[in-house]
């Protein structure tokens, strides 16, 4: 939900709501910020220019999805299932695109999906379209299986990072 709500959090949204989405964009902050992910983005083609965050961004989506329960209790159908019923007791507070296609995305489990090579590349040719071609990311695919092994290690030194950061976060805001 993150992605699809720009602009100012409404504050009479419900707490928990209220409490993903500035977490959400901590995270966010966080990525652009950390060294980890940077260092992916530098071993991306520099053809891909400002693609390159966007790209690291699915492909770390990926590895967390391939490595869920390294990094969560819950087994990761279960979790995106609870996400989806989440989603779908809010839809008074989605934006339209998210309402859009939140029925597809419950319905073909794009969070599950992101375990796979080839949802990967569904989803990078999904984005491109969605911005109207201004980024090469279909064919930035083929950065996932140039530089796996590397990603894969900034990964996990990035989710080090990240897991202290989120655990810090929660602590502060309760």
Do not use: C
């Amino acid at each position: 939900m993150g992605d699809f709500h720009k602009g100012t959090i409404p504050q009479e949204f419900p707490q928990p709501l209220l409490r993903h989405l500035m977490l959400h964009r901590r995270i966010d902050s966080l990525t652009q910020q950390n060294e980890n992910f940077q260092t992916s983005r530098r071993r991306l083609d520099p053809r891909f220019r400002h693609a390159r965050s966007v790209l690291v961004d699915v492909f770390y989506d990926h590895f967390l999805a391939q490595n869920w329960l390294q990094y969560h209790h819950q087994p990761l159908l279960d979790f995106s299932r609870q996400v989806y019923a989440g989603l779908a007791e809010q839809q008074q507070h989605l934006s339209p695109g998210l309402l859009k296609i939140l029925p597809m995305m419950s319905e073909r489990n794009w969070l599950y999906s992101y375990r796979l090579e080839e949802s990967v590349a569904r989803v990078l040719v999904r984005l491109e379209e969605r911005l109207n071609h201004r980024l090469p990311l279909a064919e930035g695919f083929s950065e996932l299986h140039r530089w796996r092994k590397e990603l894969e290690i900034d990964f996990a030194a990035f989710m080090l990072d990240s897991s202290d950061f989120v655990a810090r976060w929660k602590q502060g805001n309760p």
